[in-house]
């Protein structure tokens, strides 16, 4: 330890002001507060002590926080290949879990490539430090895409949405739109057909590295969500619920699993990374609009089927909560939270065209989340305004 | 204490009992207690008399020094050593009696001290008793320790306040414990207050776990106690629950300590300005109090008394949380009532910060232990960061420990993007930079914020002016 620190003390120096690394200074710089706490002291005039939170702790924990879904969806997508083959008596565990952790880890290097590439470029044009914001999205985007998504389009995205979501606003902390749903949107709208497309994106159907199996045949297997909103929510099969709360449904990478996303939902909960106002709100939300379609027999389904399909449960606890897009005020984390579980279900099921609404529905709220705040700000401020009048 | 459940106003954040004394109880639960290692103990230490004394004009805010004196003049204690220029009646007078030895200036000629050699026989000036408490206060130096808000800056004389607010305890980890202070000078203290009520209505703000008599029944103010953690000691916290300041009003603040100073000032007619100061903190051997003056020589009060460490140490003129980064060469700030001690931390290379689990740290996140541990446990933490600068990324971090109605991360944030209209509408005529001191402590974005509140305050005065 105190011989990397020694080290690091030494070729410090290269990495400074007319240093002759000096180009690389924030990657340096990344790399040592990474391995050791920063050894920076207060300044005089101001607070002589700190607490031992800081931004890079936080976003560790929300990224812990997505490794059992993260790892749930590796293995669902080896099973998955699998159901699609239709060797799933074959198959083993380990063997459909590292098939779907080969599928998978491409993305996620891609996404953190170009990612943190540009973070680094960026901070080192601004004379900043690397800010670890992008440490989450980057473990994001991989877990809201199909696993069919080709590389380039995921690279493209990814650049998109850090360049012009995130740094032209002035990086983690100024953004106005998450943007990990950004890259999705993006690819969304850019590439249609490779999103949901006609139902073989959401299963792997080659198998990589002599692991897993290549399907016979094309095989074509809509989300549980899409087939819902095809049939207009009639006649929806309710048999397929116990798989979709387990998570052994097709669909997006990271999102299947509620009782994954449960854990991560509750980790970040204890350690109050994610405000639970926010979490709770959104449920309160759907599962009041999802009462309210059932009653008008607009949708068959049960109101809370809506928590466990789709995207749902994983945007209501690990995209909802980003603390930077989301309402700041505590009063209007509750407004926020619900109007997100709203127009999720009120898409979902009023708008045939798009059968997932959560990612909408969050991306029209970090819209109006500024405006919730300046409502709740400016009660205080007639406040104060008030009183200065009635004195 | 018996408390009788009288009136309960959520809008404001806190609830209103009356306890048997008849005073009101203002109950508080926005804030931070941090436990640390090093707490004074109620004993009394001797510190030797040092070679030299220093009066800080930066000690008092807001304040355009005009050194009055030369190198060589001879003073007595209470004799002017410099004023301000805008309001030369307002004086900045010496606390020992000897020989100027040193007019001490920085770039461009700025003031930075005005030293003095003590003769040792403290000779003092007389100032008589008068009836004129404002005159006489101008006189004697006194007024200079008023503060005024807006703007937390040294009071103008010319200004009608509406009132005068002394807070009796500091709520701060390892502040000096003011029922200690006071044993003894209650005579003093009332005296003080009553002096006060001459200028203006008095405040007075008590802790709920002080029974001090000359506290709780103190005559010629109004007594509210404050039953919550830090920062409900502040003087800023206690004016937004009792009579927050509106645009265009002006309240007056003074430490309790310098109550006494007045106090004694009316009783002999002399200037005396010996604190009681608490020297505390994880470095110090044996915490305890010490008898000081204003601007004395920090040398004989730490020589011996630290831990022989072979870490560096943090000498701290103030309280750990609003106090200035000193050395042992350095002197006892004006307004100060403790000096802390603690270590440095440059020389801590700890590994992997954002995924071990650091017992010995401190932190309201439960993404570390702390919360495991109880409040019993007392820490020791150093002067690092303990990470880097970041944009705001959470959201209600200030608002958790600033027991105030206010926005205070939107606040922040005016003063940081200079929108001096949203900033009045946020209530900055309220605050001062200590009020933000523990949020400063919590931020995970490490801003500093309370730099951040004295330099918009500062911007703000000049605008306004």
């Known amino acids: ?391 | 204490m018996s408390l009788k459940f009288i009136n309960f106003t959520p809008v404001l954040g806190h609830s209103i009992f009356i306890n048997h004394y008849m005073t009101k109880v203002i109950k508080l639960r926005k804030g931070l207690d941090v436990n640390l290692k090093g707490r004074a103990t109620r004993e009394l230490g001797q510190v030797g008399c040092p070679g030299e004394y220093a009066l800080v004009p930066d000690d008092f805010a807001g304040m355009k020094p005009k050194v009055v004196v030369k190198e060589g003049d001879q003073v007595l204690v209470g004799d002017a050593l410099f004023v301000d220029k805008l309001h030369p009646e307002v004086k900045f007078t010496s606390p020992v009696s000897g020989v100027v030895s040193l007019v001490e200036r920085g770039d461009r000629r700025k003031l930075l001290s005005v030293r003095v050699k003590p003769d040792g026989e403290q000779k003092a000036r007389e100032f008589g008793v008068t009836e004129d408490v404002k005159a006489l206060l101008l006189e004697s130096g006194l007024f200079g320790f008023f503060r005024s808000r807006p703007y937390d800056v040294v009071a103008n004389p010319e200004d009608k306040p509406k009132a005068v607010f002394v807070s009796a305890f500091n709520s701060m980890p390892l502040s000096q414990d003011f029922e200690y202070v006071l044993e003894g000078q209650e005579k003093e203290f009332q005296a003080g207050i009553s002096a006060l009520a001459k200028l203006a209505k008095v405040h007075l703000g008590v802790s709920s776990k002080q029974t001090a008599k000359a506290l709780l029944e103190a005559k010629d103010c109004e007594v509210t106690v404050f039953d919550g953690p830090a920062p409900a000691g502040n003087v800023g916290v206690q004016i937004n629950h009792i009579s927050p300041i509106n645009k265009g009003e002006v309240v007056w603040t003074l430490g309790a300590e310098e109550v006494i100073f007045v106090g004694r000032l009316l009783l002999t007619g002399k200037l005396d300005l010996t604190r009681t100061v608490a020297l505390a903190g994880s470095e110090v051997v044996a915490p305890k109090y010490y008898k000081m003056l204003v601007g004395q020589k920090l040398t004989t009060l730490v020589e011996g008394k630290l831990v022989k460490a072979d870490h560096h140490q943090r000498i701290i003129d103030g309280n750990v949380m609003t106090g200035l980064k000193t050395t042992a060469e350095g002197f006892l700030g004006a307004h100060h009532t403790e000096v802390n001690v603690i270590p440095e931390g440059d020389d801590n290379a700890e590994m992997l910060g954002w995924i071990m689990p650091r017992l010995n740290e401190f932190s309201t996140s439960r993404s570390y232990c702390s919360w495991l541990f109880g409040r019993k446990k007392e820490y020791t933490l150093d002067a690092r960061i303990k990470g880097g600068e970041r944009h705001i990324i959470m959201s209600g971090e200030y608002d958790r420990v600033f027991p105030m109605d206010i926005f205070a991360g939107y606040l922040v944030k005016a003063i940081i993007t200079g929108d001096i209209d949203r900033q009045e509408a946020l209530g900055i005529y309220e605050v001062a930079p200590e009020d933000f001191a523990i949020a400063e402590f919590v931020d995970s974005s490490k801003l500093e914020l309370q730099r951040i509140v004295r330099e918009g305050l500062d911007i703000l005065r000049k605008e306004n002016a």
């Open chain 1, 1 to 391: 330890m105190n011989a990397l620190r020694n080290y690091l003390d030494k070729i410090k120096p290269n990495f400074e002001e007319g240093g002759k690394l000096h180009a690389f200074h924030s990657l340096f710089d990344g790399l040592e507060t990474f391995a050791f706490v920063p050894r920076t002291t207060s300044r005089v005039g101001s607070v002589n002590i700190h607490d031992a939170i800081d931004s890079k702790r936080i976003m560790s924990f929300v990224v812990i926080a997505l490794m059992p879904a993260l790892f749930f969806g590796m293995y669902n997508v080896g099973y998955q290949n699998a159901l699609a083959a239709g060797q799933l008596e074959q198959a083993t565990f380990w063997g459909m879990f590292f098939y779907g952790f080969l599928a998978v880890l491409p993305k996620i290097i891609v996404s953190y490539v170009v990612g943190l590439g540009i973070e680094f470029v960026v901070a080192q044009w601004k004379k900043e430090e690397i800010q670890e914001g992008f440490l989450v999205s980057g473990i994001l985007i991989p877990m809201i895409v199909p696993v069919t998504t080709p590389l380039w389009m995921l690279a493209i995205a990814v650049a998109f949405s850090v360049i012009l979501a995130k740094e032209i606003f002035g990086g983690t902390g100024m953004n106005i739109f998450n943007p990990a749903l950004i890259t999705r949107a993006f690819l969304f709208f850019s590439y249609p057909s490779a999103m949901t497309g006609d139902s073989t994106v959401w299963v792997s159907q080659q198998s990589i590295l002599g692991l897993g199996f290549t399907a016979p045949e094309a095989y074509t297997a809509a989300t549980p969500l899409g087939q819902a909103a095809a049939e207009g929510f009639n006649g929806f099969d309710c048999g397929t619920i116990e798989n979709a709360i387990t998570g052994l449904i097709p669909g997006a990478i990271g999102e299947t699993s509620v009782i994954a996303i449960a854990l991560g939902a509750i980790l970040l909960l204890w350690t109050g990374v994610a405000s639970w106002k926010t979490m709770c709100s959104v449920f309160v939300g759907g599962g009041l609009m999802g009462w309210l379609m059932q009653a008008l027999e607009l949708s068959d389904i049960e109101w809370w089927h809506h928590f466990v399909l789709g995207g749902f449960a994983f945007g209501a606890v690990f995209m909802a909560t980003d603390p930077v897009t989301s309402a700041r005020t505590e009063c209007g984390k509750y407004v926020y939270g619900l109007l997100i579980g709203v127009v999720a279900v009120m898409v979902r099921v009023l708008n045939p065209g798009y059968p997932e609404g959560m990612m909408l529905a969050i991306l029209l709220m970090n819209l109006f989340a500024p405006l919730i705040d300046y409502c709740v700000v400016d009660r205080n401020i007639s406040m104060r305004a008030k009183r200065a009048n009635n004195k």
